[in-house]
């Protein structure tokens, strides 16, 4: 036998309204120390090109197979950010450009797409 849905224990904006009710604490508090997030990404990189380093090669594109974009998501007074449609929208025009640059990397190192 199904049990039936308490509706009034179900919400469509629980969310929202656990922010509205105080149910979430917001962060007053934001860290945000470019330095020491550049020094970490400076060690990280270090630490992964030593073999590469150590056999007096550069690593190839293909060791990381990795896009990063320039775009960053629009967070402007012209842009709802409560619309999931335009941030999905800005998401996948990011992720579209990023497989684009990836493929033409993929075809400047001769690599093959195609599964025998």
């Known amino acids: 036998m199904e049990e039936e849905l308490n509706m009034e224990s179900v919400s469509m904006n629980s969310d929202e309204e656990a922010h509205l009710n105080g149910l979430v604490q917001k962060n007053t508090r934001?860290?945000?120390n470019v330095e020491s997030m550049?020094?970490?990404l400076e060690k990280m990189n270090e630490e992964l090109l030593k073999?590469?380093?150590k056999l007096g090669k550069k690593m190839s594109w293909s060791e990381r197979l990795m896009v990063v974009s320039d775009t960053g998501i629009d967070v402007s007074e012209k842009v709802d950010v409560n619309n999931d449609v335009q941030r999905e929208v800005q998401f996948y025009n990011i992720a579209l450009g990023?497989?684009?640059v990836g493929l033409e990397k993929v075809a400047a190192e001769g690599l093959k797409l195609d599964r025998p």
Do not use: E
């Open 98 to 100: 990023n497989v684009r």
């Open 38 to 40: 550049k020094l970490a």
């Open 51 to 53: 073999p590469f380093k």
């Open 30 to 32: 934001a860290i945000k």
